[in-house]
């Protein structure tokens, strides 16, 4: 059974510090791996989808890597400001027929940065 | 530019009572699905559908029904609530299910008494 874990649960960090945020995850044959911020009492955000073919991807100050052969992927936020404080969840779209769609979430990191 | 409308926001339900979440996109999804996300456990999967007239049962089905009579609606149904439904639910749609992204609505919380 797929598992997708999350390290650290929570971070606090003052701004302008770079950072990294870990996932990893059990079983290799994925089709994708997301990326998602979510704001306490919110929705989640889609922040990045890296296909399972795909090394990285990048959007603004974020940069998400999936090294699939290890189990892992990081996001990579440089420059942190405080509005990036929320939770950040990593979830893994399963690649078995019919569950392709079905996502499996990690329990998040919280992240805090302080002024 | 609505993405994944649910409702209602918040919801207080008493022991037995049922009650259906609405959750409508306007993306052309074919992929929608259910989620309850719940202290400590993360995000798990009730139901999911992959298109029109097709529904299947995720990690958590039991206790929900849904139905898929239309691209735009997915409704999740609470036959008989239970204080152990308690939770805050979120639906999400994706253009083909596997390997395109995933958006979520806002989400419902709803509380079992």
């Known amino acids: 059974k797929q598992e997708v874990t999350q390290i650290p649960a929570a971070l606090s960090v003052p701004e302008g510090e770079n950072l990294v945020l870990n996932c990893s995850f059990t079983d290799s044959a994925i089709y994708n791996l997301q990326w998602f911020r979510q704001d306490p009492g919110k929705g989640l955000t889609s922040l990045l989808l890296i296909q399972s073919s795909q090394r990285e991807q990048t959007s603004g100050r974020l940069n998400a890597s999936l090294d699939k052969s290890s189990g892992r992927s990081t996001l990579y936020i440089a420059a942190s400001q405080p509005g990036d404080s929320a939770t950040y969840l990593c979830a893994v779209n399963l690649n078995y027929g019919g569950s392709q769609g079905n996502l499996i979430f990690g329990k998040g990191t919280k992240l805090s940065v302080k002024p | 530019n609505a993405g994944v409308t649910q409702t209602p926001k918040f919801q207080v339900l008493k022991t037995g009572q049922s009650m259906t979440l609405q959750c409508a996109q306007d993306?052309?999804?074919?992929?929608m699905s259910w989620y309850r996300q719940d202290p400590g456990m993360g995000l798990r999967l009730i139901h999911y559908s992959v298109g029109a007239g097709i529904t299947d049962q995720g990690e958590v089905p039991n206790g929900y029904n849904v139905s898929r009579s239309t691209t735009e609606d997915f409704p999740l149904r609470l036959l008989s609530a239970a204080p152990s439904q308690t939770s805050v639910y979120f639906c999400?749609?994706?253009?083909?299910?596997?390997?395109?992204?995933?958006?979520f609505g806002q989400g419902t919380r709803l509380t079992v008494v």
């Open positions: 993306m052309n999804h074919e992929y």
């Open positions: 999400a749609s994706s253009y083909s299910g596997g390997g395109t992204e995933a958006f």
